[in-house]
């Protein structure tokens, strides 16, 4: 097995070097350093700069959001709460030390610089999964997402895109995603309890698989409920931690701030490696471009199309510029990221317990509990989404489930291992998984971009003309690949 991870590993670094750079010895050489940041100030300007313009409006939005529209159908508020079970997860724990360490206290400049204009991103992604949705099979169900917007709005030329997105997206979050997640629990509680790694993968594997075999509305009901307290929790805790070292922040965001331009770096390289990992954590932390939250916000049933992009904008906000700035908080406040041989959670569990005893670092692993576990069933119907794209039968669901356990099983073995090149093979297989599918869902919403921008449009005239809640009529537009019985009477 060893021998084969090891093999395996030259093959994800060439994937990386393609998707996030190093092609040719050149650290911007990759698609996504290229494009990810360009294409979420394209959103930004042609939207006039809607996550800061709409912000207030946003938070108006979120409050409706509770409200369902029909009995049986999901929410605004459940579509949210799963994507942000989704987006909440290892890379706000784990992921945030990760790259303070390898790319510095820098990097977190650049998780913010992706958040806020990836929530832009998010905006037009989630607008087009709403515009180009179709009923599931249930009654009160959608579906929809990159596969179905890819193939409806830009024709069946482009179903070879829908195809490799869909796969894509199904080993990364089906499979990749879930083992670092279970990677990261498994490591918290061995850390914290002492508690075999292997036992808490098989744990969570049995509880994922209750759980996700209840559908949408049962992932959604659980994570209306869990998402909310944990982040609240996590955040309360940082807090306390930044408030009892207010005269050290200036010193930490002047670090933050002349690490992420190189002034505190030797050379091109090592300035590559701040803006790299920050780039790369951000998206895997927040998913903004990657595809992944159209899947779910496609779901809700809304009156109109731009409300789950106002939606999901806050999962955005809250997932890295709320949680992922209390994580590196926590890191450097406590001044210990520049430790070589601590790595992962295991680094935010040693900060938070030096800054408020020893319960710090249980507080962590059961942050990472819920954060992870409700990643892990989040990721699953993603992934099934998709599977139902591709090969719609019983037995290609049956084949992708067994695999969803396997791989969560294979996250707790790495854990179990104790080696750190196997913890970096996770990681690097997370990069060039969400790198791949990010860099095909990129090409099809900058594609598709004028669409989400004419449902804009006309979201505005309405709440220009004192309509309170804009509905979308969508036989008032010639917009190809739109079912419009879908939105027949606002939505359900």
Not at 102 to 127: L, R, Y
């Amino acid at each position: 097995m060893q021998g084969f991870l090891d093999t395996f590993a030259h093959f994800v670094d060439w994937g990386n070097a393609i998707t996030w750079g190093g092609l040719g010895g050149f650290w911007w050489l990759g698609i996504l350093i290229v494009a990810l940041l360009p294409a979420g100030l394209y959103f930004t300007w042609h939207s006039r700069f809607i996550q800061f313009r709409h912000f207030g409006h946003m938070l108006h939005v979120m409050r409706l959001s509770l409200r369902k529209e029909h009995g049986d159908s999901v929410s605004s508020f459940e579509a949210f709460a799963t994507s942000a079970a989704a987006r909440v997860g290892t890379g706000n724990i784990a992921g945030v030390a990760v790259a303070i360490t390898a790319g510095g206290p820098g990097a977190v400049f650049w998780m913010w610089i992706v958040a806020w204009v990836g929530m832009a991103t998010s905006f037009v992604e989630n607008t087009l999964a709403q515009v180009y949705k179709e009923r599931g099979e249930e009654h009160g169900t959608f579906r929809g997402g990159p596969a179905y917007y890819i193939e409806k709005g830009l024709g069946h030329n482009w179903k070879w895109l829908s195809v490799l997105f869909s796969i894509f997206l199904v080993i990364c979050f089906g499979f990749v995603f879930n083992a670092v997640q279970a990677n990261a629990m498994a490591s918290a509680i061995h850390g914290a309890w002492g508690i075999n790694p292997l036992l808490v993968g098989a744990l969570v594997a049995i509880l994922a698989a209750i759980i996700v075999f209840g559908g949408i509305h049962s992932i959604g009901r659980f994570a209306g409920i869990v998402v909310p307290f944990m982040a609240l929790a996590y955040i309360l805790v940082a807090l306390y931690v930044i408030f009892t070292n207010l005269g050290e922040l200036p010193q930490v965001f002047a670090h933050i701030f002349g690490n992420a331009f190189g002034m505190e770096q030797a050379g091109a390289g090592a300035f590559g490696a701040v803006v790299a990992n920050g780039i790369k954590r951000g998206l895997f932390s927040n998913e903004a471009g990657m595809g992944s939250s159209p899947n779910v916000g496609a779901v809700a049933d809304v009156k109109h199309p731009v409300i789950q992009g106002y939606v999901q904008m806050a999962s955005v906000f809250l997932d890295t510029i709320l949680i992922c700035t209390a994580t590196a908080s926590i890191i450097l406040l406590a001044d210990m990221h520049s430790v070589g041989t601590v790595e992962g959670v295991t680094l935010t569990q040693d900060a938070l317990a030096s800054e408020v005893g020893s319960w710090g670092g249980s507080f962590v692993a059961i942050a990472l509990l819920f954060f992870a576990f409700t990643s892990i069933i989040a990721n699953y119907y993603y992934a099934e989404t998709n599977i139902f794209f591709l090969w719609h039968t019983r037995t290609s669901i049956f084949c992708y489930r067994a695999l969803y356990i396997l791989f969560i099983l294979f996250g707790a073995w790495i854990a179990a291992s104790g080696r750190s090149d196997n913890f970096a093979l996770l990681w690097s297989m997370a990069d060039m998984s969400m790198g791949f599918m990010a860099s095909a869902n990129l090409l099809a919403i900058l594609l598709l971009s004028g669409v989400a921008f004419k449902v804009l449009g006309d979201y505005e005239a309405q709440l220009a003309k004192g309509i309170a809640e804009p509905v979308f009529d969508a036989r008032q537009y010639n917009i190809k690949g739109v079912q419009h019985d879908v939105w027949d009477g606002g939505g359900a």
